[in-house]
């Protein structure tokens, strides 16, 4: 069993910055690939960036420049720093572990419960 916990959502301008982080337990973390997913109100889940266990990352290519993935396997935990924040931004993101680097959500196992983003004009 692999546990996810988010954290690090929040109010922030419009141009600011935030940096969420997940937290994991259970089997070793640096055996998965992590990703990160937004679902924003009314709008279906969508992939916004994944790391390997090696640390190679890929992104949706709109957010490529503006958002960055990092883990750190010592703490067991996968961050995602976002900056230039739009109102466009405003999601519930959410992190998950997959067997391998991946860009679609039923390709992962594993699911946190979320943390909410919210930017403002």
């Known amino acids: 069993q692999v546990r996810l916990v988010e954290s690090g959502g929040g109010l922030v301008q419009a141009g600011g910055s935030l940096r969420l982080s997940c937290a994991t337990s259970g089997r070793t973390f640096s055996s998965y690939a992590m990703g990160w997913f937004r679902q924003a109100p009314g709008k279906e889940r969508e992939f916004v960036g994944a790391i390997s266990w090696s640390g190679a990352s890929t992104y949706y290519a709109d957010l490529k420049g503006r958002f960055a993935i990092s883990r750190d396997n010592a703490k067991n935990t996968v961050y995602l720093q976002m900056n230039s924040l739009k109102p466009e931004d405003t999601a519930v993101y959410y992190c998950?572990?997959?067997?391998?680097?991946?860009?679609?959500?039923?390709?992962?196992?594993?699911w946190g419960q979320g943390t909410q983003v919210t930017v403002s004009s």
């Open positions: 998950a572990a997959a067997p391998e680097i991946a860009t679609h959500l039923n390709d992962y196992d594993y």
